[in-house]
């Protein structure tokens, strides 16, 4: 393995920002001559095609941070267990596979009591009961911090298998369900208000949605840090641009009435907030027919470019998506 | 999943210890009727054996937290990555196998540089190459201290297959290399003085040897935190007892000299101070023989009770193991 490293200098991570760090890393990494490994970084599992499986296996694992990723004085316990789970589920979803086994490490405070512990595992179980997840491991430690990993481990058949990369000139974008939704829940903790906090505490994913669609779609992606940045990953993973209408972005009337209580434009959250853990697929027009369920269309892969439409046809950059470093 | 939940009290996790956490979890994993599933909580490593598969799945994680594991006034970012991906693979080393692919897991606090987070992942590259693993993807994110999880998958041959719960009455209890080097230097660190802190900063693993010994032996597991604790583990697993002799214990000169000059006892780090990752193995006599290499011979599988015996032939209580909480 030979060192390939691009960025050598005193830039502190958060003038580098997310996306450059992996691409670093991205870059560090050189594999091994290896016939069993099908995709390495760059989507949202690490795929292998191992002799003698019939499936694909899928590698995929989260991080969450006590003070980033959740709050202890908003969020219980089980909460912080279910959603530690959707997260990485969210992401054997965007592959079009099914999850199997997970492996959870977790450091603790001093000051967690076993009774929170217990209602931690037990968020967890729920989710990983909910969608056919097997918890078969782990690691326990301490820290000053609340800090959770999930690994999971997952299979996908050949013809369900979605990549980012995937995307081809003329496919439709969709979105499953509706954005901003999570954002919207945060941004009333951080204000200290009431309201539609209900999805922001107990997020879900769309797995049963993805296991419908995945056949037909070109490329897919879960939706953790906003639509632009989503449909940023798939058109350059893919080679290609593309346009979203503004006005066709869905978002739900729980999420704009909470918009306009805390004077804010949730179509910044539905852009660039993230943790909504909806789909976003690209699919031919001719396969448009075999796909039912809850979707909207928001735009079409273009050959290069990424614009974001108003209502009066003016073409602004898509930009956006939430960086855990700015 | 039916939950059984043992324990439902105001106990903080510090009083119930991580032998006490981890029992607790297990019980609350009732796992879903899984035929794949070989292995769950309780070993170095879960085992998968899926099928049309030839060999067997491994799947182990670690977590490593500033503070905890290791320290920026004593480590170099190399040495942190090194380290985090050896004590994983002694996981797979202690249970036959041989390390694939790799997943790693990153929260950096604000003020990482850019060298500090290549010179990270170029130890972590470094271990991998060295030990034929390919880190294939994984996660960063942003916490007030640096957090590393590491998560791996690797493949065992059912021949090579070493499981802790397989110590038959009779077995002769093995240890390679020699024990405490790792504590002795974080002693060292710890009082301020200079010494043999080679091992604690660049541990390594016994993956070869593993790999020489994995199909004589019936028992096997990897030192994380200290002999009395392992052969705990390894008895209890295979129902059985063991007993220790004292004075076999191997405990290198310049590990003695470090006790010395810090006024300690060595014996105690190499029963309780861990982070040695060398392999302590259970063999039948008649295996012995198709053994070769560097090994000690420590004592014996017995009945029942767990015994170290002093050169007068004193039996005390087998106690110690490194705890998380404690």
Redesign the interface.
């Known amino acids: 393995?030979k060192?390939r490293?691009d960025?050598?200098?005193?830039?502190?991570?958060?003038e580098?920002g997310?996306s450059g760090?992996?691409k670093?890393?991205a870059g560090?990494?050189e594999?091994?001559e290896?016939d069993?490994?099908f995709k390495?970084?760059g989507d949202d599992?690490?795929v292998?095609k191992?002799k003698?499986?019939?499936e694909y296996t899928l590698?995929?694992?989260?991080?969450l941070?006590e003070?980033?990723?959740f709050d202890l004085d908003w969020q219980d316990p089980w909460q912080i267990g279910w959603k530690s789970i959707i997260v990485n589920i969210s992401d054997i979803a965007a592959m079009g596979g099914l999850p199997?086994?997970g492996?959870?490490?977790?450091?603790?405070p001093?000051?967690?009591?076993?009774?929170f512990?217990?209602e931690l595992?037990?968020g967890m179980?729920s989710a990983?009961?909910r969608y056919?997840l097997?918890?078969?491991?782990?690691?326990?430690?301490?820290?000053?911090?609340l800090?959770i990993?999930i690994?999971l481990?997952g299979k996908v058949e050949e013809s369900y298998l979605c990549l980012r990369g995937d995307a081809e000139v003329g496919d439709l974008i969709c979105v499953s369900g509706d954005l901003g939704k999570s954002w919207a829940g945060l941004e009333l903790f951080r204000s200290g208000k009431k309201g539609y906090t209900d999805y922001y505490l107990k997020p879900d994913c769309r797995l049963e949605f993805a296991r419908k669609v995945a056949p037909h779609v070109n490329a897919m992606i879960d939706v953790s840090d906003g639509l632009a940045s989503e449909v940023t990953h798939i058109a350059e993973e893919s080679g290609v641009g593309a346009e979203v209408e503004k006005s066709k972005i869905p978002i739900s009337e729980k999420t704009l009435k909470t918009g306009r209580s805390l004077n804010k434009d949730p179509m910044s959250w539905a852009l660039s907030g993230g943790e909504d853990f909806e789909l976003i697929f690209t699919v031919p027009q001719k396969e448009l027919k075999n796909i039912d369920g809850d979707f909207t269309i928001v735009g079409r892969i273009i050959q290069k470019g990424l614009y974001l439409m108003d209502e009066k046809g003016k073409k602004m950059k898509l930009e956006g998506g939430y960086d855990?470093?700015s």
């Open positions: 393995m060192l490293v960025i050598m200098n005193e830039k502190k991570l958060s580098l997310e760090l992996i670093s890393i560090m990494l594999y091994f290896d069993e490994l390495g970084v599992c690490a292998l191992e003698d499986a019939k590698l995929t694992t989260d991080m941070v003070g980033d990723h199997r086994w492996l959870i490490s977790i450091a603790f001093d000051d967690i009591t076993v009774p512990a217990d595992f037990k179980i990983s009961e056919g097997n918890l078969i491991g782990g690691d326990t430690t301490h820290g000053d911090n800090v990993n690994a481990i855990h470093f």
